[in-house]
Nanobody, 115 residues
Framework: QVQLVESGGGLVQPGGSLRLSCVASGSIFSINDMGWYRQAPGKQRELVAGITRGGSTNYADSVKGRFTISRVYGKNTVYLQMNSLKPEDTAVYYC?????????WGQGTQVTVSS
């Protein structure tokens, strides 16, 4: 079992920045890929950024050049640095971990970009 706890969401003006954190606990040695997803009202959940156990990253086209995912193994933590935020980035952001062929999710953290 893996537990994921996100933090760092909030209200920010367009053009601002936020950093989301996700701390993993439990069977952390079984974790392979991790990522951040988001879900806006009335829309499907979508991948924002992913990072493999080896550190390779991938991003949704809509966030390339603005968001950066990183992983600190000693702290069992994955971060999402979000810069140049836009109103269309408003969503609930979820941390995800793939471990032992199972997929785990955090509870989500709200990000609202508005003036």
């Amino acid at each position: 079992q893996v537990q994921l706890v996100e933090s760092g969401g909030g209200l920010v003006q367009p053009g601002g920045s936020l950093r989301l954190s996700c701390v993993a606990s439990g069977s952390i040695f079984s974790i392979n890929d991790m990522g951040w997803y988001r879900q806006a009202p009335g829309k499907q959940r979508e991948l924002v950024a992913g990072i493999t156990r080896g550190g390779s990253t991938n991003y949704a086209d809509s966030v390339k050049g603005r968001f950066t995912i990183s992983r600190v193994y000693g702290k069992n933590t994955v971060y999402l640095q979000m810069n140049s935020l836009k109103p269309e980035d408003t969503a609930v952001y979820y941390c995800n971990a793939d471990a032992s062929s199972l997929r785990y999710w955090g509870q989500g953290t709200q990000v609202t970009v508005s003036s």
